[in-house]
């Protein structure tokens, strides 16, 4: 099972809907979860983090499940702007690692909004 | 700011070939990072560094090198170019292990023909 999963699309929406995107994570000792997006041939970007009670930033909510071990990711309104591909990414916080910061991706859910 | 570069964008290699791939920082960031994202797949992470003089492996470290001499620089190096490197590279840093906001550079796509 990988450690990080998410259904890669493409999701192909029209302008103005709503999009849902889960991602799964298999580690139980997770501690910090993000949303990053990707542009085609572009770097990640950080989108949001998500926080045990939900957060929102606009037109983004983000939500984490620890029981079910899922974060998600809606997006209402959709633009043509947001198309893209969505990275969940998950940090593993490792005793005795330098790192600390051992970030997780998943493979990323690609995201077309069409007019 | 230029936050991070890297270069070259584009690169070409014949197999056994070697080649660094340069990553300079001017945040001031103590942690930096090599990525390697294959189509399709997330981001593994090839070597990361905590500060100048420390370095260490990730998950997919084989076949590459780095060095950290200075804080604002962090090249990877190929020593024998192999197939299985062809990847969009990407460089990363971060202020800190508590500070989980990535930088990244804008990537370098490698063919290993």
């Known amino acids: 099972r990988k450690e990080v999963e998410q259904d890669p699309g493409p999701f192909n929406v029209p302008e103005g809907a709503t999009v849902a995107f889960n991602c799964t994570y298999s580690n139980s000792a997770s501690q910090s979860f993000f949303w990053y997006r990707q542009d085609c041939r572009k770097e990640p970007k950080l989108l949001m983090s998500?926080?045990?009670s939900g957060n929102e930033d606009g037109r983004f909510t983000a939500q984490l499940n620890r029981a079910s071990q899922y974060i998600s990711l809606l997006i209402r309104d959709s633009k043509l702007s947001d198309s893209a591909t969505y990275l969940c990414?998950?940090?593993?916080?490792?005793?005795?690692?330098?790192?600390?910061?051992?970030?997780?991706f998943g493979g990323g859910t690609r995201l077309m909004v069409k007019p | 700011n230029a936050g991070v570069t890297q270069t070259p964008k584009f690169r070409i290699l014949k197999i056994g070939q070697s080649m660094t791939l340069q990553c300079t920082q001017d945040?001031?960031?103590?942690?930096m990072y090599w990525y390697r994202q294959d189509p399709g797949m997330g981001l593994k992470l090839i070597y990361y560094s905590v500060g100048a003089g420390i370095t260490d492996k990730g998950e997919v470290p084989n076949g590459y090198n780095v060095s950290r001499s200075t804080t604002e620089d962090f090249p990877l190096r190929l020593e024998l170019a192999a197939p299985s490197q062809t990847s969009v590279y990407f460089c990363a840093s971060s202020y800190g292990h508590t500070n989980e906001k990535l930088f990244f550079g804008s990537g370098t796509q490698l063919s290993v023909l």
């Open positions: 945040m001031n960031h103590n942690y």
């Open positions: 998500v926080y045990s």
């Open positions: 990414v998950v940090n593993v916080m490792v005793a005795n690692n330098n790192a600390g910061n051992m970030l997780t």
